[in-house]
């Protein structure tokens, strides 16, 4: 299949920064990939991997005494509205992610059904998504199973297996046919990484 991302004029598209307020209508019940997706830095629990705490699709066992990173968290079908139905994580086993302090949004991918983001509807939703946080600088990634990807306005991008002390950075340059995205990943102390945080 090609890297590629399709074409299409119509899609939701990711807020400049995440809602202050739920999503009317929706809920996290019954749905715990979030415990499962995301590292939780503060009970040493990696991505991709149950928490021992968590109760799968019914909840959260230390639900009062849970760290404040997982209480902080909601993901983005929460947040936005303009983000459809079949993104519910428990259906679509992908989690959005959005970290505004590094403008990055993440979509993490269950390892378990690692090419869903690449059928439809959900290509056609990341195409316009990435197109959306590109106008605004936003990094737009995606992580499968051990790879990182880069999507872009007109493609995704293998980046490989990012390591967490890595840094991903978009770049542009002007060619022929107008400004064309790029992102690479480099070391912490690349001084591109000083560069950018200035410059954002």
Not at 118 to 123: A, N, S, V
Request: glycine residues 6%; hydrophobic residues 35%; proline residues 8%.
């Amino acid at each position: 299949m090609s890297d590629s991302l399709p074409e299409t004029s119509t899609a939701p598209s990711l807020p400049p920064e995440p809602a202050l307020n739920l999503v009317p209508g929706r809920s996290c019940d019954g749905c715990t990939m979030c415990c499962k997706m995301l590292e939780v830095v503060a009970l040493k629990k990696p991505r991709q991997k149950w928490c021992p705490d968590c109760a799968i699709g019914k909840g959260c066992n230390i639900y009062e005494t849970r760290p404040e990173e997982c209480r902080a968290f909601y993901c983005g079908w929460m947040v936005d509205a303009g983000i459809p139905d079949h993104w519910a994580p428990k259906h679509s086993r992908m989690v959005l992610a959005y970290n505004i302090s590094q403008n990055q949004v993440m979509v993490h991918v269950d390892a378990s059904r690692g090419d869903a983001w690449r059928q439809p509807p959900f290509i056609t939703d990341l195409q316009n998504m990435a197109r959306h946080a590109a106008s605004r600088g936003r990094l737009f990634l995606l992580r499968s199973g051990q790879e990182a990807w880069a999507l872009l306005p007109d493609r995704a991008k293998n980046l490989g297996t990012v390591r967490d002390d890595q840094v991903a950075l978009m770049v542009r340059e002007t060619t022929p046919g107008g400004v064309r995205h790029d992102v690479i990943v480099v070391e912490p102390d690349d001084p591109r990484v000083a560069q950018a945080k200035r410059s954002g």
